[in-house]
Structures are given as structure tokens and as C-alpha cells.
């Protein structure tokens, strides 16, 4: 287990890639290697689970680590999240297992949130709702989050614009529409004790989710995707004041690595008594490994 006394933080946005590497039939080399242009990330292939648990290891940070399940929708395979349990599992000193479900999947997925929960170690769910093709507040989704508030594990969906498919033939077929966060208003109220994420400034929409996670007491903020020297200043504004507690370091690795993010961190405009709190305060009382 992680040793949460120990850690200099914890990153609470990172993604798992599988250890065969990219498919060539299902066009995510190619998305892949566009986003890693985007974002300037210095790699051909990202990197694997045990890969990420090293790094992670080495700058002495915990993380969150999790799959996207957008198979139906984009036809990319889908990295099983049995697979990715048992690889966390041996790097369980630094990293914490999240899984992703595809709403889509109705009872079969509530079935297997359960028993990833019950019996493989997971520790919340990751959702994408532009990659997924799905509303967040759907009803056809209440199924799989019922099952999720039910192990009282947190929720973390991805808002706002995307660097998946950006510059690609027509958005590589990724709508922005789906991942306004004021949809996670109404899920919001329906799973009122069901801890909730809003992952990334959720630009063009930074108000709508500032809103929302003012107004509802189990809605947070993870602050990855961008580095903190593009922060909108509202969004430092309530980091430093109303949203001060509910606020995450997220990276989005390995788009961005945890200590370039870090960087910049130490040069924004956070006041000083906030920042153990997003770094790790805030992401250890979300995890219930603290009060």
C-alpha cells in the first residue's frame, strides 16, 4: 500500500496504456502519436503501467492510474481492467487503481464495477464522456453509477475540450458536446454521496464547472491536462478561496509529466497554505485514507 505519509503528492489523473503496445488495425497509433504532438510529449509510444509505476516511484509521487473503455464507440481495444488491477497490484507502493466502464454496458458493467471493487483492489472509476459518446446524465448510465456510489468510490469524468482527435480529420469524430461539466449537475443531485471529479479546467466551460462544484458538496476539481501557467485566473481565484478543498494535482500523464506540472506550480499564484492541500490533503480525504 501506498505509504500516503511518505509521498510528496499525489497525482490524481493518469492514464494506463497497454504493455503490447499500440494495435496497427484500430488507428490508435495514430492518435497516439497526434497526441503527443499536442501536448509535446517526448515519446513514440506511451509509456506502460510498470514504466509509469517507476517514474512515479522515482519522483516519489502517488498516483491514480486508470483505462478509457471507449471501444464501442471508437473501435480502439479496450485495456481490461482486470489486466490493469493485477498490474497496480504489483506496483501497489505508488499506485492506485481506478477503472473505466463503458455506460453503455448497462447491468453487465454494474455487475463488474462491483467485483472489481469487491475483489481486485479499485479504488473509483474513470469516465469519458466525448471518447465514450455518451451524455453524463443520461439515465441509461444510473445503473453503473448506482453500483458505484453503492462501494462509496469516487467517480472522476473528464470535462471540457480534449486533446483526443484535436487536428485530426473532422475532430477524429470526438464531440465536444458531451463533456460540458453542468450535466454532472444532475448527477450531482441524484448521487448526492457519490464523490464526484470534474477532471481538467474545463475550458471553454470553467464557470459552469466552478459552479457546480461550489454548489454541490460531493463535486471536486482535478487540475490536469494544463500546465498551472495557463490557468484561467477565476480558476485560481476559487482554488486559493471557496474551492479550496476540493481541488486535486492532476498531470494527465503521460501527456505531461508530474514534475514539468509541478514546476510550474511552484511559479503560480497559489497562497501557500493551499498548496499541501491540493498536492495531497484534499486527494487523501477523497481516497478515505484521511479525515
Not at 453503492?150 to 475540450?161: C, M, V, W
Not at 463535486?219 to 478561496?241: E, H, M, Q
Not at 510550474?264 to 492541500?277: G, N, Q, T, W
Request: proline fraction near 7%; glycine fraction near 6%.
Amino acid at each position: 500500500m501506498v505509504d500516503f505519509s511518505k509521498v510528496r503528492a499525489i497525482d490524481f489523473h493518469t492514464h494506463a496504456e497497454e504493455s503490447c503496445g499500440c494495435h496497427d488495425d484500430d488507428g490508435y497509433d495514430e492518435l497516439q502519436s497526434t497526441m503527443a504532438k499536442y501536448f509535446g510529449a517526448p515519446w513514440a509510444h506511451p509509456p506502460t503501467i510498470d514504466e509509469t509505476a517507476a517514474h512515479y516511484r522515482e519522483k516519489n509521487i502517488a498516483a491514480v492510474i486508470f483505462p478509457v473503455d471507449a471501444e464501442r464507440e471508437t473501435g480502439y481495444r479496450r485495456y481490461d481492467n482486470y489486466e490493469v488491477a493485477d498490474a497496480c497490484a504489483k506496483n501497489d507502493d505508488i499506485l492506485i487503481p481506478f477503472a473505466s466502464i463503458d455506460p453503455a454496458k448497462g447491468k453487465i458493467g454494474a455487475r463488474e464495477a462491483r467485483d472489481l471493487v469487491e475483489n481486485h483492489g479499485i479504488q473509483g472509476f474513470k469516465f469519458h464522456p466525448t471518447m465514450q459518446g455518451f451524455y453524463p446524465n443520461d439515465r441509461s448510465a444510473y445503473v453503473l453509477y448506482e453500483a458505484i456510489a453503492e462501494s462509496g468510490k469516487p467517480a472522476l469524468f473528464h470535462t471540457g475540450q480534449t486533446g483526443v482527435g484535436s487536428g485530426m480529420r473532422g475532430g477524429n469524430g470526438m464531440r465536444l458536446k458531451y463533456s460540458n461539466p453542468m450535466y454532472m449537475d444532475d448527477i450531482a443531485v441524484d448521487f448526492p454521496d457519490m464523490p464526484i471529479i470534474l477532471a481538467h479546467p474545463s475550458f471553454p466551460w470553467q464557470e459552469e464547472a466552478l459552479s457546480v462544484a461550489t454548489h454541490k458538496p460531493n463535486v471536486y476539481i482535478d487540475l490536469s491536462g494544463w500546465s498551472p501557467k495557463y490557468f484561467p485566473p477565476i480558476l485560481v481565484r476559487y482554488a486559493n478561496t471557496l474551492l479550496k478543498k476540493k481541488m486535486l494535482f492532476g498531470s494527465d500523464w503521460p501527456m505531461i509529466a508530474p514534475e514539468k506540472w509541478l514546476d510550474a506550480f511552484d511559479k503560480a499564484e497559489f497562497k501557500d497554505e493551499v498548496r499541501p492541500l491540493i498536492l495531497k490533503e484534499n486527494a487523501m480525504r477523497l481516497l478515505g485514507v484521511s479525515k
